[in-house]
């Protein structure tokens, strides 16, 4: 037994830093570590137990063979506990495969280095294996790892390197074919890592490309929030140019009424004084309706219910909305000017006789929960995220801003079409 010592000790360096290599190159699907060192404790001993009359005999070319075999059932075997693509967890194995065959023939010939050869195999094999982990986890693992495409073409080198390797191991004694093609292997050996160096530089040309089209993808996303918030403050100026054109008339009818009403008491023309208080009353209160506490977005119902009712759209609101709110109210308040338009445009496509109605609805329980009602067209219909189609006219850049109010303030947005009933809830 003392004698077949090195090969099992040159059985299990090998073994142990494949795997190693192996985890370091894909991905693990579970955290636990017991469950891979279960697996390498498989491996080895089904690796010693098969090889076991082999190392006996000194048959070392059955031993090769015998491992590349179990290296293919190994990389089938242990794919479940990996989460790469199969054609990514190809290439890994088939690079391990080439990986194997190099370190192999150089551990063959540079083993006479050591004092001791017969250890010498198993020492130069562990050095080499280390080398290419440290270098593979701390120079490619990361970008390796980001890049998911394009396996399938980096896969076509990775197998004509291996079938050129096993070209010249095959056909006689393993160790007659590895002295007798030393030349012809350590150019196989250079250019596999030309090859390879090529394959990481494209992997890094790729992941650099990666990074650019998310970075524009993200300037563009800015790019529309900026149209959405110049759109946004545009329309907030012109309800605040609204509001305060009204409140202007309102204080140019006050002074008028109040001069009117001194000069009717200065005459004792009690009767009349009254007549006007009640006419002026009745009025006020048709005019400046009050529909929620919060005067920015009352100014936005109020425009709106007026222009609803112009286009001869009943409106049924329901508003329980405080003067301070959790989020920004001019933001808010743009939020309802966009659905109440896009209600108010759904029910102008209508030409069917369908009764148009418009019925806006909000409670404020800590959070705002917001809906919105209308009928609506058969041609309206919702993207694949739920969202209305912007190509639609009366859903578009007013709905992406709804939408990203909404993320911003992590709220919850639900569009709804049953029944010709189009259907928005906001939860803020």
Not at 25 to 30: D, E, G, L, S
Not at 157 to 167: D, E, G, I, N
Not at 265 to 272: F, M, N, S, T, V
Not at 343 to 366: E, M, S, W
Request: charged fraction near 20%; glycine fraction near 4%.
């Amino acid at each position: 037994m003392t004698s077949l010592f090195p090969d099992f000790f040159r059985a299990i360096v090998t073994d142990i830093m494949l795997i190693l290599l192996l985890s370091v190159m894909a991905t693990p699907k579970y955290k636990s570590k017991s469950v891979y060192v279960f697996a390498t404790a498989i491996v080895l001993a089904a690796n010693i137990g098969v090889n076991y009359y082999f190392y006996r005999t000194e048959n070392y070319t059955a031993v090769f063979y015998v491992d590349l075999v179990m290296l293919l059932v190994i990389g089938v075997a242990l794919k479940p506990l990996f989460t790469d693509k199969v054609m990514q967890w190809c290439f890994n194995y088939i690079t391990i495969l080439n990986i194997y065959i190099a370190v192999v023939f150089l551990s063959y010939i540079w083993a006479d280095v050591f004092p001791r050869p017969m250890y010498g195999n198993s020492y130069v094999r562990l050095i080499l294996f280390s080398m290419i982990i440290v270098v593979f986890r701390k120079q490619v693992s990361k970008l390796y790892r980001t890049v998911l495409d394009y396996w399938h073409i980096y896969i076509l080198p990775a197998v004509s390197l291996f079938a050129c390797f096993l070209s010249y191991l095959f056909g006689g004694d393993i160790r007659d074919r590895l002295s007798e093609n030393y030349i012809p292997l350590m150019l196989l050996i250079l250019l596999g890592l030309s090859v390879y160096i090529s394959i990481i530089h494209s992997l890094k040309t790729i992941t650099k490309q990666y990074a650019m089209r998310e970075e524009n993808q993200k300037m563009q996303a800015e790019r529309e929030y900026l149209q959405l918030a110049a759109g946004n403050m545009s329309r907030r100026l012109e309800l605040m140019e609204e509001v305060s054109a009204q409140n202007s008339r309102a204080a140019h009818d006050r002074r008028h009424f109040n001069n009117v009403l001194l000069e009717l008491l200065e005459q004792e023309k009690i009767g009349e004084a009254t007549a006007l208080l009640q006419s002026q009353n009745q009025m006020t209160q048709k005019i400046s309706r009050v529909y929620c506490e919060n005067p920015a977005v009352n100014a936005a119902v109020c425009h709106y219910a007026a222009l609803a009712e112009q286009a001869g759209i009943s409106t049924e609101t329901q508003l329980d909305i405080p003067r301070e709110l959790t989020v920004d109210s001019l933001e808010f308040s743009m939020v309802v000017s966009n659905l109440l338009e896009n209600a108010i445009q759904a029910c102008g496509r209508i030409t069917d006789g369908t009764r148009l109605y418009l019925r806006f609805t909000c409670k404020g329980v800590g959070r705002l929960l917001l809906e919105m009602e209308n009928p609506c067209g058969s041609d309206t219909s919702l993207d694949g995220n739920g969202y209305p189609l912007a190509g639609q006219e009366d859903h578009g850049i007013g709905s992406k801003s709804v939408i990203a109010f909404a993320k911003k303030y992590d709220g919850e947005l639900i569009y709804n079409i049953e029944n010709g009933v189009f259907r928005v809830r906001l939860l803020v």
